[in-house]
């Protein structure tokens, strides 16, 4: 099992294909398996791809003093170390946009492009203040735990378009087995949801200095304390220096696995920035 050792951790890693090497940063609490749907496939003809299970989720190492998203950031440069990689694009999902995000302020000699998709505001709303609760922890004890989490794939409310969900469940039921695979238990889900809430994403994009591409489906109005991830794409175009948004039409909440159009944007936009 392949893992980086450092700093008292064991990050468990996988690498797939050949070229100038893409970090695939998920959610924190969401196993790198995810990324092996669809996104892998579409990448490693040219690029090395990278992708890892954040401290806490499925086969690398667990503290439990609770998590941050500057502490993932370092984990995930501390895994670029780890591998000898002294520069790479890095792309995020959702939470995974403000660990990419927080990688990029840390360590732009390293960040070659910053990729954002779906990502949400972090510790406050767009207007600035702090983020309402959810009710997580209610619906893990209504639902059970695999339900709630299947739960945020298995569906054409928020996560994908009505129609690709009908015409490709077999994607659907790919990502939602990858998702549930590896999960770690309420604890650790509860310790990667109040991470988020240790980064405000939009007072920290004024910092970011490095190629950024912004991704959000047209149609991503999933709420999430009071925001939504297409509101604060556009908020972040505004905010980054120099960045691209890229809205994709009739996309939900999953940007790289509801049809092809998240991937082609993204592979446009490596291409257009070789390291």
Known sequence: MPTANFDGLALY????GAGAPVLLVPPSWWPCGTWKVAVVPALRDRYRTIIFDCRGTGRS???EDGYTVEQFARDALGLLACLAISRC????FALGGQIAQAMAIQA????ATLTMAATGPGNKSLSGEARAQNRDAEEIEESGFETFIRSHIDNDRNAFSAEFYCTHHDVVAALSDALWAEQAGPKYFRYHHD???TWDTLAQAAHVRVPTLILVGSDDHASRGGSTPLATAQRLAELTPGAELALLPGIKHMTFWDGNDGIAKLRDFLARHPI
């Open 13 to 16: 890693y996988e690498q797939d």
């Open 61 to 63: 190492g667990r503290s």
């Open 89 to 92: 694009h890095v792309v995020g």
């Open 108 to 111: 732009p000699q390293i960040v």
């Open 195 to 197: 991470a988020r809430r």
